[in-house]
C-alpha cells in the first residue's frame, strides 16, 4: 500500500516538474496569446494558470516538434472558453462587433485575423460581415502571416 502511494506521489511530482518545465519555456507565449483574446491582465492570468494546471497541456508536450502549436491551440481555446463566447459555428457579426475593436490604420488582414483567432468567428461570418469571399478571407489571413513572419 506505502509502495503504491509512493509511486502515485512520485508520479504527481513529475507530472508537476513536466508543467512547470512547460511554463518556463512556453509561458510568456501563452500569456502572449490569452492577452490578446482577453485584454484583463488578471483574468489572462487566471487562464494562464488554468492553462498549465490542465491534463491537456501534458498531452502537448509528447510531441516535441509540435508542442509550441499546440499550446497556442490550447491556449486560444481556453481564452475564447473564458471569454463566454457562443460557439464559433452559430456566432454573427455586427456593426458593432466590426466597428468597435479596430483602429481605423488596421488594414484588412489585421481586422479579419483578429475577428478570427481572437474574437473567435467562424470564416464565413466575416465574410459575410466584410461582404468578402471565403476565399478572400483565407488570403488575408495568409498575408497577415505572411507579413508578420517577415517583420
Given at each position: 500500500?506505502?509502495?503504491?502511494?509512493?509511486?502515485?506521489?512520485?508520479?504527481?511530482?513529475?507530472?508537476?516538474?513536466?508543467?512547470?518545465?512547460?511554463?518556463?519555456?512556453?509561458?510568456?507565449?501563452?500569456?502572449?496569446?490569452?492577452?490578446?483574446?482577453?485584454?484583463?491582465?488578471?483574468?489572462?492570468?487566471?487562464?494562464?494558470?488554468?492553462?498549465?494546471?490542465?491534463?491537456?497541456?501534458?498531452?502537448?508536450?509528447?510531441?516535441?516538434?509540435?508542442?509550441?502549436?499546440?499550446?497556442?491551440?490550447?491556449?486560444?481555446?481556453?481564452?475564447?472558453?473564458?471569454?463566454?463566447?457562443?460557439?464559433?459555428?452559430?456566432?454573427?457579426?455586427?456593426?458593432?462587433?466590426?466597428?468597435?475593436?479596430?483602429?481605423?490604420?488596421?488594414?484588412?488582414?489585421?481586422?479579419?485575423?483578429?475577428?478570427?483567432?481572437?474574437?473567435g468567428y467562424s470564416l464565413e461570418a466575416i465574410a459575410e460581415k466584410l461582404q468578402l469571399s471565403r476565399t478572400n478571407v483565407l488570403k488575408s489571413i495568409?498575408?497577415?502571416?505572411?507579413?508578420?513572419?517577415?517583420?
Amino acid at each position: 500500500m506505502k509502495q503504491a502511494e509512493k509511486r502515485q506521489t512520485s508520479q504527481e511530482v513529475i507530472r508537476h516538474a513536466d508543467q512547470l518545465t512547460l511554463y518556463d519555456r512556453y509561458g510568456s507565449m501563452a500569456y502572449g496569446v490569452i492577452l490578446r483574446i482577453i485584454p484583463e491582465p488578471e483574468r489572462a492570468q487566471a487562464v494562464l494558470i488554468d492553462l498549465f494546471s490542465s491534463p491537456q497541456l501534458l498531452a502537448c508536450a509528447e510531441i516535441p516538434t509540435h508542442t509550441a502549436g499546440e499550446i497556442i491551440r490550447l491556449a486560444r481555446a481556453k481564452a475564447l472558453a473564458a471569454k463566454c463566447v457562443a460557439p464559433v459555428s452559430s456566432l454573427t457579426l455586427s456593426d458593432s462587433d466590426v466597428n468597435g475593436h479596430f483602429d481605423t490604420n488596421d488594414n484588412v488582414e489585421n481586422i479579419v485575423f483578429d475577428l478570427s483567432f481572437c474574437q473567435g468567428y467562424s470564416l464565413e461570418a466575416i465574410a459575410e460581415k466584410l461582404q468578402l469571399s471565403r476565399t478572400n478571407v483565407l488570403k488575408s489571413i495568409y498575408t497577415y502571416f505572411k507579413h508578420l513572419r517577415s517583420s
